[in-house]
């Protein structure tokens, strides 16, 4: 009885712990938090505290009512606010803090029994960088004190506000803290200053610009040799020393603008999603933790994404499957023809037949006329040889010249026209030789699934593959089933894809544009893109937990904008075997094999005329010898037929 009189005594002696519970002014919580909460745009406010509930009796009347005012304050300015102490925020909140959006989380005071709770509840368990942190510290704690054994990452936001007792009114100097890796040492940045005078006084810099430094941080980049994007410098001793390529160099200016180490190591696997739902390869490295970075070519797939954290997209490129081009183009017969339409043809053989015609006319009037000069003129007077000699003409043959004025005028007309027509059909043969068709054997996946007998492939272990694995598209999954799952080797990379593609003879690859634009001239023969399959974006990858998302990304948009990004998206990044094809565009024999089979056909044509004029001629003349014959027998000399005769008794 006695003893808890004496405690009641105590108790009521004794002030509640209020002292360390709010240890500002309701004023200077108010503008503070106001300020803070205007920089970021948080959509909510939770004042953390650490006493259990009920709060009431533990701290005092006063103080609890100096607390509600505090949430009342904020809610008047149509701020959503709780007060909520840590057990009760690990109770009711826990994991789902995810559904807040941007929430502002403040703790009240900086009491050894909120920094027990804060260090041991709160920042083991949740994703420290979603929320803003505002903590408020009285003059005698020390920030290295207090954060001793809480991790505070590289992107996380929290905000220490400490009393500046420089002025004589009543200020405050924000200080940001972070740390750059778990273990590292504590750094510490003023943030904002307050005073009751000016008001908050933000940052000029915005956040990547005031952490631009990694101060020598070693980043574990993970690269796998995929020509051109990615190739692995090795030394003599095949140890792996750096990274070529666009990642390479995308590396290297990281490293220079966040000064960070880099060390490199190389993968034969690029990982893929077991059905277990274990990662192979490097993605696996980063899961695991054992590496930071992975440098190379990489689809962001939605079950990478949900595995990994990616870097904004480097790029973006199409997805297609490539194929030899056939060999030979397409042999078309009508290529001589088409140059002209048929009115054009016919209207050409009109104005021959007419052109003679007139030549013909002219020359018969002239006959009657003048006798002597119609005589004398050199110009076919047989209408076929005229008809032949104005084709000529309009082939740019010469054509005899007529002494006869009308009938030169009517060859000045014909060459005229002669030269215009050959000009255009030489414009529209030649432009018709150098444009070249090929007949592909299908453009779609579909087609290439019809066709049966091409074989196809994909880079292994990678997401391509998965993509196959785990498509909807009927198309692509009887693809899958039917004829990837056939390749027992399938290639590491685009080049060793793409290079079987050239060697064997009919064989198709998935491959990225980006890829294949780079390599085109690496491979020795031309390749021809299928219909796409789909649009997918290129980015890195970064352990699932990785602080440094940010700062990366905002360095690859400042390389974006500067135009860097597309200078080394565009260089030509020196490959093995690289072998620069000429542009020229060559005439082969099937262009031309119309011609060399009208030139042959009519040369035995006229041979077989040849040799069956001879055959008639023999014939006739045997004929007539034979009526010779008989004609001398009756002994009467056919006196007309001298040579026949004389041939005949020689
Ligand atoms: C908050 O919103 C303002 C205006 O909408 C914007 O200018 C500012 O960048 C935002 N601040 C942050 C940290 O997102
Ligand atoms: C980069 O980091 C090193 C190692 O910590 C440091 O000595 C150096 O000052 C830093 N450089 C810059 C420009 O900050
Ligand atoms: C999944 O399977 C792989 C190999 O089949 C094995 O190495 C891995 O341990 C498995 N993971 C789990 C979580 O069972
Ligand atoms: C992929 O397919 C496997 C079965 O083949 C299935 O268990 C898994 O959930 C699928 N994954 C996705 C992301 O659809």
Redesign the pocket.
Known sequence: MKKVLILLIIFLILPPIKTNFLIRSNYMYEKIIEGIH????NTCILLIHAIKEPVEPKVGIETYTRLKDLQLHFSRLNIRTAVMDIATFILKIGGSYYHIK?PLFVLLNDSEDLRHQFSTLIAPSIDMAYPTWLIFFRDQTSIDDFFRDIYVPFDCTFLVSKENFDLEFEAEIITEVYQVYRGLELRREIFATWNIVDGIVYPKL??YQRRSNLYGHTLRVISIEDPPSSMIVRDKDNRVMGLNGFFGGIMELLQESMNCTLIYESTDEWGYLLNNGTWTGAINSLIINKSDIFAAELLMTTERLDALKFTTPLYSTKCRTFIKRPATSVLSWDKYITPFADDIWSALGVIILISSAFIKIIKSVAAVITFQDAQNDRVDSKFWDVVFSVFGALCSQGMELSTINPIRIVQFSIHLTGVVVLAAYSAALISSLAVKIFVMPFTTMEGLLKDRTYRFGVVGESADFTFFQNTSDPVMSVLFDDVLVKETDLPLNYLEGLSRVCSESKYAFMALDAAVSQLKSSVDCILVPLDTISQTSIGMALTPDSPFRGIINNNILLLRDSGILNKLLNSDWALPGDNTQDAWSTVEIQDILPLIVVLIVSSCTSIVFLCSERLIHIKMAHNRRKKNVNLIKGVKFPMNDEKLFKGYFK
């Open positions: 205007k920089y970021y745009n941007r915005s956040l």
